[in-house]
């Protein structure tokens, strides 16, 4: 949009930022792997004020969206541009998480003393509000600057919010964290297909819903997006699909933490499934608990609408481990039965595992790993590093303890070690996150999934696809595959302030050196794949092929299976399951 005369434009300028990898630099890709949830929903929100022209008839409200992890943040470029539409404008920092808080705060410091309004809003601005009796020291540090900071969701409030920018009334700290907005009717997510382009598979976004029941102590939305089920209607969701596929975009990622505990998930599903069966080519991943197999209907409906993965919170195979996390929903005795439901819907699955709880040292965590592989029929499994993260019950208890945290937000990834451990030293417990891959991904288990894959009728091309994409990353980037993409970019502009700025002579050699390691040995590790698919593929009779956790689970297995016996924790468990069973 162009302003129709000098003085009647205003600009929003949306950046969800990226954060430092461990040399300094910004972490950016060619094609990022994730869309941005939160960028697409107030992308949306600035885009239904822009229409409403909420500054007055006579302002018109350009938007503009930067996703920083596959789009290069160029702030002396932007002010240019801000100057040339007009001056006028609200700089936000979009869905800020723990570890992109330093790079969101270098980013507002530019725009900031270039004399414009900032706000930076996300889940570490909320959590801390949320949960923490005294402000920490780096919000302090933006407040001082003169950085505006916002707490909650912001439906209905960014209104209020360009007024008080336009009028330079911008107020230090916006909390909402009281007052949750009903979702129904609002503006759904949206990106413009060029920022969609930008991701692998071009996959759009969206949240059908927002809060989680459950008590996990490490989870920081219970306490940002509250308990109760809040969730757009199926009209909305409606409206989001042919939105983007109006743009060509059909593929998407619902980013609810939970979606089987939203309440309106049969009704969105149901309308999906109807769109599909008029023609649509609609595909979507989801994120669901482990219980959810027992809601009536809903793994059937998931596959019906177009549900191709479930990522599903796996999270330990330790009943005293989960007990500890307050992840009371997970019992080791469905995990099996689980599993294997989605498989017969067709649907692949991810497991999310957690290494670092108080029981955990590296012999456990290898021993586990292989009773995983050997009994339970997951498919994709990633690893992440418990960790305290601002906003989480577990970081509110060790903060007010006083327990030592690593002071530097950038590493409140989940792939770094942030705090001491009973068990593990602290070179430990990082040395076994990063083996932990290489034990589930070894050649002989990538065979094993992939004949699993042909067995209960998935595409084991396709499947060896996402076993390459989730070994790889860490393996040659030394990045977490969900913070992965393709084609690594990194500017030698783009350093974290305090770190020196490497000559050209030197970054630039070393850069090629590093892309020419990188992806030779990426190459080399596809190539081996290919030889396993290879060799799967030339097996006789796919659908005869059965191990131990393909096997449908039977009554008595509790007796043989490593995972009901292999601690006193799990004895304990089955031992209290039968009585149960005995006494009904």
Not at 511 to 529: D, I, L, Q
Request: overall charge positive.
């Amino acid at each position: 949009m162009s302003a129709t005369r000098r003085g009647c434009s205003f600009s929003i300028l949306l950046i969800k930022p990226s954060h430092y990898d461990d040399d300094g630099y910004v972490i950016q890709w060619w094609r990022s792997s994730l869309p941005s949830n939160s960028l697409a929903s107030v992308h949306a929100i600035a885009l239904d004020c822009a229409e409403r022209r909420v500054l007055g008839e006579d302002v018109e409200i350009r938007v503009q969206s930067i996703d920083e992890t596959n789009t290069r943040v160029r702030p002396t470029r932007l002010l240019r541009e801000l100057r040339r539409a007009g001056g006028q404008a609200l700089i936000g920092l979009v869905g800020v998480q723990s570890n992109q808080y330093p790079r969101a705060l270098d980013l507002a410091r530019v725009f900031r003393t270039a004399g414009l309004p900032v706000v930076i809003g996300g889940f570490h601005v909320s959590g801390c509000l949320s949960m923490l009796k005294t402000r920490p020291p780096e919000l302090q540090e933006a407040l001082d600057a003169g950085i505006s900071l916002f707490a909650g969701e912001l439906e209905g409030r960014l209104d209020a919010l360009l007024r008080d920018a336009r009028n330079g009334q911008l107020q230090p700290i916006y909390n909402h964290l009281a007052e949750l907005p009903d979702l129904a009717g609002t503006p759904t997510p949206y990106l413009p297909p060029d920022r969609v382009a930008r991701t692998m598979g071009k996959r759009a976004s969206f949240d059908a819903g927002r809060g989680c029941p459950y008590l996990c102590s490490f989870c920081t939305i219970i306490n940002v997006q509250g308990h109760t089920s809040r969730h757009r209607s199926a009209d909305d969701i409606e409206r989001l699909i042919r939105a983007n596929a109006a743009d060509g975009t059909s593929n998407f990622f619902i980013t609810d933490d939970n979606f089987a505990r939203n309440r309106n998930w049969e009704a969105i599903f149901d309308r999906i499934i109807a769109l599909r069966e008029s023609g649509m080519q609609i595909q979507l991943v989801i994120q669901v608990d482990t219980q959810s197999y027992r809601i009536p209907g809903f793994i059937e409906k998931a596959g019906r609408a177009g549900v191709t993965r479930a990522f599903l919170g796996l999270e330990n195979i330790n009943p005293d481990a989960l007990k500890a996390a307050r992840k009371g929903q997970n019992k080791i005795t469905d995990y099996r039965t689980m599993l294997q439901a989605w498989h017969g819907a067709g649907v692949l699955t991810y497991a999310g595992y957690i290494l670092g709880f108080p029981t955990d040292t590296p012999a456990t965590i290898r021993r586990d790993l292989e009773i995983i592989k050997r009994e339970l029929p997951i498919d994709i499994m990633e690893f992440f590093i418990l960790t305290p993260l601002p906003g989480s019950q577990d970081h509110q208890r060790l903060v007010e303890a006083g327990v030592p945290l690593d002071p530097d937000m950038n590493n409140y990834d989940t792939q770094h070690v942030t705090m001491d451990h009973p068990l593990m030293s602290r070179a430990e417990w990082q040395a076994i996150y990063r083996e932990a891959w290489d034990i589930y991904y070894t050649d002989a288990h990538v065979a094993t999934v992939l004949r699993r894959a042909r067995a209960w009728g998935y595409d084991p091309k396709a499947m060896l696809g996402k076993l390459y994409a989730f070994h790889a990353p860490v393996v040659y980037e030394r990045m977490h595959p969900l913070e992965g993409g393709l084609i690594r970019r990194k500017s030698r502009c783009d350093r974290r302030p305090g770190r020196p700025l490497e000559h050209p002579l030197f970054f630039y050699p070393k850069r090629v050196w590093e892309f020419v390691r990188t992806y030779s040995g990426a190459y080399a590790m596809h190539r081996r794949y290919r030889r396993i698919l290879a060799e799967v593929m030339a097996e006789p009779d796919p659908l005869a092929y059965r191990d131990l956790a393909t096997t449908p689970v039977t009554l008595g297995e509790e007796m043989t299976l490593e995972l009901f016996n292999v601690t006193d924790a799990a004895q304990a468990f089955m031992r209290k399951r039968l009585e149960a069973t005995r006494v009904h």
